[in-house]
């Protein structure tokens, strides 16, 4: 799987390099990428109860929960089976109930996925990304009957 990802998620072929020194440092990347990949797709199957902090980075797992929630995260980090299905669920995996654990495809393509999110989210600062959590907070509560207490109307 290691290479699956190194070969086909990386596209180490595709590469058209002038000197070998380039190839080398590009190697030396993708390598710690495809590793990075395997590692996230193995340890959600081996240890699926543990904290997901074991794995994900402490602006990953954040992350990924407001994707797929569009909420604060929780205090307490969900568990690595969780967390490594979301950026399979933003690969294209389905998460039906008799799908199995993710492939490897859908993990790579996601955490591709979860990766632009956090380069956006940097560009765009905190303060406006505050505001969109904010705001889907906002939509996902108008349906419930918290939602006058959070605009402070009484009447609802």
């Known amino acids: 799987m290691f290479f699956r990802v190194l070969k086909q998620g990386c596209q180490i072929e595709q590469l058209r390099v002038q000197t070998d020194q ?3 440092n590009a190697l030396a990347l993708y390598m710690i ?3 990075r990949i395997h590692n996230i797709t193995m340890a959600g199957r081996a240890y699926p109860e543990v904290s997901c902090e074991v794995i994900f980075e402490p602006r990953e797992w954040p992350t990924l929960y407001l994707m797929q929630h569009h909420c604060h995260p929780p205090p307490t980090p969900p568990p690595l089976r969780e967390m490594v299905r979301s950026p399979a669920q933003l690969g294209g995996f389905l ?3 008799r799908d199995g ?5 859908a993990i790579w393509q996601g955490y591709q996925r979860l990766h632009e999110f956090i380069y956006a989210s940097i ?8 505001r969109e959590m904010y705001n889907a907070e906002c939509v996902a509560l108008a349906h419930g009957e918290d939602f006058g207490k959070m605009v ?3 009447d609802r």
Not at 101 to 105: H, K, L, R
């Open 22 to 24: 380039r190839l080398l």
């Open 33 to 35: 990428v495809a590793w």
């Open 95 to 97: 998460a039906r109930t």
């Open 101 to 105: 654990e993710p492939g490897i495809q």
């Open 123 to 130: 560009l765009i600062g905190p303060s406006m990304l505050e």
């Open 152 to 154: 402070g109307r009484a």
